[in-house]
């Protein structure tokens, strides 16, 4: 059984930081990428930063140079340092990553989610 449980989400000003964190637990050989997505009240989905075993990211244009992805494959972590929070940023922000099962095979899981809500 794998699991992903995320923390570090909360109530934060417009122009404040939070940084979330993501472990991963369980019975697997490694992980391939990690990453956060977000979904707001009425939207899908979406991307917002990626980080491979390799280390290379990729993030959603909307947060490139405020928002950073860092990993711990010795921990099993993945975090994501979020700067000058805008109204916008507001969402449900979820920890995925795309495991090695010992069954041999790849399976994506999904944390439970945490809020995140920019306001004054």
């Known amino acids: 059984q794998v699991q992903l449980v995320e923390s570090g989400g909360g109530l934060v000003q417009p122009g404040g930081s939070l940084r979330l964190s993501c472990a991963a637990s369980?019975?697997?050989?490694?992980?391939?990428?990690m990453g956060w997505y977000r979904q707001a009240p009425g939207n899908q989905r979406e991307l917002v930063a990626v980080?491979?075993?390799?280390?290379?990211?990729n993030y959603a244009d909307s947060v490139k140079g405020r928002f950073s992805i860092s990993r711990d494959d010795a921990k099993n972590t993945i975090d994501l340092q979020m700067n000058s929070l805008k109204p916008e940023d507001t969402a449900v922000y979820y920890c995925n990553a795309n495991f090695l099962l010992v069954s041999g095979t790849f399976r994506p899981y999904w944390g439970q989610g945490t809020q995140v809500t920019v306001s004054s």
């Open positions: 369980g019975s697997f050989i490694s992980i391939n990428a």
């Open positions: 980080m491979t075993r390799g280390g290379s990211t």
